[in-house]
Structure formats: C-alpha cells, structure tokens
C-alpha cells in the first residue's frame, strides 16, 4: 500500500492522500520519506498549479504513529534527528511554489495538526476536529513551527489556550475563530477543496506563485515599509512575465485569458 497516494487532476491540480487508515494515517518514516519525495517532484513539475492534502479513511492524520520507528529511537541526538526531519515538511509546504489546501476529514492531531497549519488554505468537513496534546504527554507542544504560526494566525490569547490545554476543537469553533475559512459536509469536502482548486489554477501561475511567497515572506518582515518594498519588487517581475502579457491581450480581446500559451 502507497502511504501516500497522489492523483493528479485537469487543471494541475495534484491530490495528495495520507493512506494508512488502518493507524488513523499516523506518521512513520516511510510516510515521510514519501512526502519528501513528493515535495522533491512538485518543486521541479512546471505543470502542478495546487496541491490539496487530505486523509483516507476517518482521520486527516493523527499525529506520530507511536507504534512505528518514527519515535523510538537510541537517544536524544536520533530523537532531534527525526524531529527536525518532520519539521522540515511543514517548511517546505510553506515554501512550495504551488497553494497548498488542507481538505481536513477527522481528527487532526499533533503533527497531524501541523501538516494543517502549514497549509495555505483549511476546508473543514464537518467530523474534522483539532488538538495540539503534547503538553498533555508531558511534551512540548511547539513543534513543527506551530508556536510560530498560530498565534499570528489566530492570536496570542487562542494559541496559548489551545495549546496548553490541549483540548480538542471541532470544526464549528475552527471556522468560528478563523482557523479554517470553511465548513463543509464530510461528503462534499473533496469538491469543495477541488472547487476551491481550480479557481486558484485559473490564475496566471507566476502571479499566484508570486502571491503565495510574497505573503510567506511578510510574516517574517518586520515593518509595513520592508513589505511594501518587497510587494513593489514582486510586482515588477510579474509585469514583466509572459502571464501579464497574456492576460492584458486577452482583456483587450475580450476573451479569457490562456495561461497555457504565455511561457
């Protein structure tokens, strides 16, 4: 069995599904192994516009798989090893050139959680439900950048919360508090992640590439005068690409805009 199986779909939009039902899609090595490869393809295929992250079975992914080799290990040093081997996913989603939706089915859970937080767009089926219960373990529970992002996603006052209680919250209250934008039946979760996919590949592919980096890279940007520099120096490189062209020439034509022709 795939761990992760991929689908690809019209429009290069790729479907990435977590698929070990059998432990709720916990986290092993091979199934990270299978995302570094999987992140490995998508940074050199030209033709992946989205990436939807979803889970088989009744879960998204429950966290470290505490059965597996993934958290047994011969001391401290193996132990940072495979910690910082996790953690380096959730950056490289964040640093994909293509959008990445979390389509979020069950529990989502630890790393689970991560995988959900890195991403730039949540869509909640209505099952979903969330915990970071590391503090509960007798752990920290900032990991994989999760005491970075959260709070400047949802607060400082709801991370800390959430995260030293480690309580669950289901989907209502995620999109109640802005973690996830939407809420939807469990049965129509794939669509509306697909829905959501496709306008997104509609766009010119280097100015939503563009968009996704610029907006990364100003979370980290310390003045609005530092963002607005880097937003004026995106802009210019978008004006002068082949999608520009295309799309002024198809306004001017008064027809839809090919992005498959403008290079």
């Not at 090893?81 to 950056?91: G, H, K, N, Y």
């Not at 937080?117 to 503090?135: E, K, Q, T, V």
């Not at 992002?149 to 800390?160: D, M, T, V, W, Y």
Request: charged letters at 25%.
């Amino acid at each position: 069995m795939n761990e992760l199986q991929i689908d690809r779909h019209d429009g290069g939009i790729v479907i990435a599904t977590i698929n070990r039902p059998a432990r709720m899609n916990a986290i092993d090595r091979n199934l990270i192994a299978s995302f570094e490869a999987l992140f490995d393809r998508l940074d050199a295929d030209r033709e992946a516009r989205v990436l939807i992250l979803t889970g088989a079975g009744r879960a998204f992914c429950a966290g470290a798989d505490l059965k597996s080799d993934f958290v047994e290990s011969a001391g401290p040093e193996e132990s940072l090893a495979s910690q910082l081997r996790l953690a380096r996913l959730m950056e490289r989603i964040a640093n994909l050139r293509q959008p990445v939706i979390a389509a979020v089915n069950g529990a989502a859970a630890g790393g689970g959680f991560a995988f959900t937080l890195a991403a730039d767009i949540r869509i909640a089926g209505r099952s979903a439900h969330f915990s970071i219960a590391n503090a509960r373990l007798g752990l920290s529970a900032g990991e994989c950048g999760i005491s970075w992002l959260l709070p400047r996603l949802i607060g400082l006052s709801r991370a800390f919360e959430l995260m030293l209680t480690g309580r669950k919250f289901d989907a209502e209250e995620a999109e109640r508090i802005g973690y996830v934008v939407r809420t939807v039946a469990d049965d129509v979760l794939l669509d509306t992640a697909l829905e959501t996919a496709r306008l997104i590949a509609a766009n010119a592919p280097f100015g939503v590439a563009m968009t996704k980096d610029v907006v990364r890279r100003n979370l980290e940007t310390a003045s609005m005068q530092a963002a607005i520099a880097l937003e004026a120096r995106t802009q210019l490189l978008c004006g002068g690409s082949g999608d520009f062209r295309e799309a002024v020439s198809a306004f001017l034509e008064k027809r839809p805009p090919d992005f498959t022709r403008s290079g």
